[in-house]
């Protein structure tokens, strides 16, 4: 999932060195398989790290100022109606294997973005209109790129489009970011190393990055990284859960680091995909608003919270977060925990409470199954905790753990499914990055995606709202309209949106000048000019 992604949001930011120097390999861990080394065909957070740590761009965003900065283009211009990109590249360029790079390189990603058969998530995010994109290239550094409507935010959009080469034999393995994919072992790592090719310097005229490579190692389970972590294996973690960052706080207060409030967010949903293999009465169930409403009514957000985060996180109101404050619509209403709400909601429906139990109108009992990934101990409780919230409305949950490669079978082939507890993470403020997400017709419309027209009329006006704010011209008239998105998905509860966690983070002394902040995931950094030095001791023999 973008992962579902969609994973936008917390950044490792590092300062130039005034001594740099080369070499060191940074370790850290992928916490699931990559599913793709391709990037347009990125939706997972594994796949994501790997395209910002490979890939090249035309427009950076310096995720410590949020200012754009120029990267592959050295310059461009937008026309008057926001339909048209011009771009001057940086000439004398290669990819990694050596392969030149041109405006055909990037024509040839563009069309590959847009290609409906596709299927890019980060592709829907400039989906503003009806109809392809044109491509024209004029010289070997200039290219024109025209959508078919207004896209907003066009150039910060830029940013998460890592450019192909459309002549190398190596395809996407061929990059033109700091590091490339040097080996893959499935289920073990992923290693990548310093691209000989890459195009920056530092203030000094010395080649960038300063590092070899980094070494990503695939490990699901929380409790071994941090084991690793403290040995000294790894510089980096990623995500902490709460009772990690507290004893490592306690251990060394600068090694773990709270940013604050982040943009990612946990919920469940049901599964409302047509075809799916699920008995038709609990189908009935889960396009009921009233009764999604309801579930949300029983869940005690508070104790969340309190307990599965130690106070490291905040009841969600929907699908942002308060810390994005320009988006953020804060006129939702606060979630509360009520299950004589709840009841009174599932009796609307045609529910019947008695005896502690919830049945249907045909006198089925209302009992589904929530599954989840395995190796997460904090889903595992937030499942534990909703098993019992749910039970005091007669609602009957069993939870089901499953490895993420299973899990996402379910959840993007055989559907096989009923309820599904995960997280989105956010890598972009601006609500174009979550197009995948919201359009009826995107691949990560979680309860019922790919739809080839929209199944209901809500679907439908979140469907116009986010094609017509992605090309209003002014951010007042694109608030209004994602404003009312928010509105929606509060009304119709699609996604049940649970808590926002803070950002935790684990920064090893060895790594020169990190410092988390809340903007997009933690993997993310300026890899240019990040150092680590040798390690002396593990973290736990420092005293």
């Known amino acids: 999932m973008r992962s579902l992604k969609l994973l936008f949001l917390a950044c490792f930011l590092i300062a130039p060195a005034t001594q740099a120097q080369s070499g060191g390999v940074l370790h850290f861990c992928l916490h699931g398989e990559p599913k793709t080394f391709n990037p347009i065909l990125v939706d997972d957070e594994a796949s994501e790290n790997i395209r910002y740590l490979t890939g090249g761009v035309l427009i950076r965003l310096n995720r410590q100022t949020q200012a754009l900065e120029p990267a592959l283009a050295t310059s461009w211009r937008l026309s008057k109606d926001g339909r048209k990109i011009t771009l001057q590249l940086r000439t004398g360029l290669y990819f990694s294997d050596g392969t030149p790079f041109t405006s055909e390189d990037v024509a040839y990603t563009m069309k590959q973005l847009m290609d409906p058969q596709n299927h890019s998530a980060t592709g829907d995010a400039f989906r503003s209109g009806e109809g392809g994109v044109d491509v024209q290239i004029p010289s070997a550094r200039t290219v024109a790129i025209t959508f078919p409507a207004r896209v907003a935010g066009l150039e910060q959009l830029l940013d998460q489009v890592a450019i192909l080469s459309a002549h190398s034999p190596k395809k996407e393995m061929a990059v033109l970011g700091p590091f490339y994919v040097a080996e893959y072992k499935a289920g073990a790592y992923v290693e990548l190393k ?7 310097r530092d203030a000094h005229g010395r080649p960038l990055p300063y590092l070899d490579g980094v070494h990503l190692d695939i490990q699901r389970n929380r409790d071994i990284e941090l084991l690793r972590f403290r040995r000294g294996e790894l510089q980096l973690i990623n995500r902490l859960d709460s009772e990690s960052y507290v004893r490592l706080q306690k251990e060394d207060a600068a090694v773990a680091r709270n940013a604050g409030a982040g943009l990612d967010s946990d919920h ?8 799916a293999p699920l008995a038709e009465y609990k189908k009935a169930w889960f396009r009921s608003a009233q ?5 949300s009514a029983a869940i005690n957000r508070d104790d969340l919270c309190r307990i599965v985060f130690l106070g490291y996180a905040k009841p969600a109101y929907g699908p942002v977060s308060p810390a994005n404050r320009f988006w953020f619509n804060a006129a939702l209403p606060v979630p509360q925990h009520d299950p004589q709400t709840a009841l009174a909601l599932l009796r609307q429906a045609g529910f019947r409470f008695a005896n502690d139990e919830l049945r249907d109108s045909a006198g089925h009992r209302v009992e589904f199954t929530l599954v989840t990934n395995s190796g997460n101990a904090v889903r595992e409780k937030i499942a534990t905790m909703l098993q019992q919230d749910l039970a005091h409305v007669g609602i009957k949950m069993n939870v089901v753990t499953l490895d993420f490669p299973s899990l996402i079978e379910r959840m993007t082939r055989t559907f096989d499914y009923e309820a599904c507890l995960l997280g989105l993470v956010n890598t972009d403020l601006d609500p174009n990055g979550q197009m995948t997400v919201w359009l009826s017709s995107g691949e990560n419309h979680q309860w019922n995606p790919g739809q080839k027209t929209p199944a209901t009329a809500w679907e439908a006006e979140i469907d116009a709202l986010m094609r017509g704010q ?5 951010d007042k008239k ?4 994602f404003d009312r998105v928010q509105q ?8 049940i949106y649970l808590v926002n966690r803070d950002v935790l983070t684990a920064v090893s002394p060895t790594v020169v ?5 809340v903007l997009n995931p933690p993997a993310f950094w300026n890899v240019d000019v990040l150092q680590v030095r040798p390690a002396t001791t593990a973290l736990g023999a420092q005293k």
């Open 470 to 474: 992605a090309a209003a011209p002014a």
């Open 194 to 200: 310093r691209n000989p090719n890459y195009w920056k």
């Open 268 to 275: 469940i949903w049901f599964n409302q995909i047509p075809t």
């Open 488 to 495: 929606i998905i509060c009304e119709q509860q699609p996604f």
């Open 478 to 481: 694109r608030k209004e309209q």
């Open 513 to 517: 000048g990190a410092a988390p902040t």
């Open 291 to 295: 009764f999604r409403k309801a579930i």
